[in-house]
């Protein structure tokens, strides 16, 4: 990973000083609302477990390429967090003598990644132009956990590393839909949503069903050009 992260600074640095004209670095931000796919909970789970998508977030910087009037080569470097939670419900018993007790709470699933996604970008106009982008993206697992908000006296409720159980790497991918907007003749500001796809199976683990665990996220993006 730090020889793929090196070689894109240093493809983007070399290309700025001989390209001055025809590239352009920028830095985004945004939300994250994403799903994981590919398998099925077993149907006795379903009165006290239920999974859904959740919010988190990414932060990062892109560099774009003029290949000609209207297309362009767009690469980015992104810290992004994949969410999934979970409805919970459990009995739990203080004493041994004690009837159980019921008790709601909220777990989630966070995956941290590297992400780096290589897009071809088309504007439909030259200056404050919607535009629409897409390409392969490739993530690199940092850590991944699982928390929850169970509050029990007397019962330990500790996050859960669960980065050994995910494989390193994650490839999809992405499409979007934005609009450029400019500040002056240096700096603009784009907004965009865009779709990221994984399709490959990011456990090492067996799955509920024989099934597989496929990252799916729908990020808006706000992104500063210099």
């Known amino acids: 990973m730090k020889k ?3 070689s894109f600074f240093l493809l983007t640095t070399i290309t700025a000083v001989s390209q001055e004209k025809k590239i352009k670095f920028g830095v985004q931000a945004g939300l994250n609302y994403s799903n994981l796919r590919g398998y099925t909970i077993p149907s006795i789970y379903a009165p006290v477990y239920d999974e859904s998508a959740a919010f988190a977030y ?36 203080q004493n041994f003598d004690d009837p159980p007790q019921t008790y709601q709470f909220t777990s989630k699933k966070h995956y941290d990644y590297i992400v780096l996604p290589i897009m071809i970008k088309y504007a439909f106009t030259n200056k404050d132009s919607f535009y629409v982008n897409g390409g392969p993206f490739v993530g690199f697992l940092l850590q991944s956990k699982i928390t929850n908000d169970l509050d029990v006296p007397n019962f330990n409720a500790d996050d859960l590393d669960t980065t050994n159980d995910n494989k390193s790497t994650d490839f999809g991918l992405s499409f979007g839909i934005g609009k450029d907007i400019s500040l002056n003749d240096k700096n603009s500001i784009s907004v965009e949503i865009r779709d990221n ?4 199976n990011t456990s090492k683990i067996d799955v509920w069903n024989g099934g597989t665990v496929k990252t799916n996220s729908l990020n808006l993006l706000v992104s500063y050009s210099f």
């Open 4 to 6: 793929i992260v090196l």
């Open 197 to 200: 796809l994984g399709l490959s």
């Open 58 to 93: 990414l932060i990062g910087f892109n560099a774009e390429y003029q290949l000609k009037d209207k297309l362009s080569l767009r690469a980015e470097l992104s810290y992004e967090r994949k969410t999934q939670k979970a409805d919970n419900i459990i009995e739990l018993r």
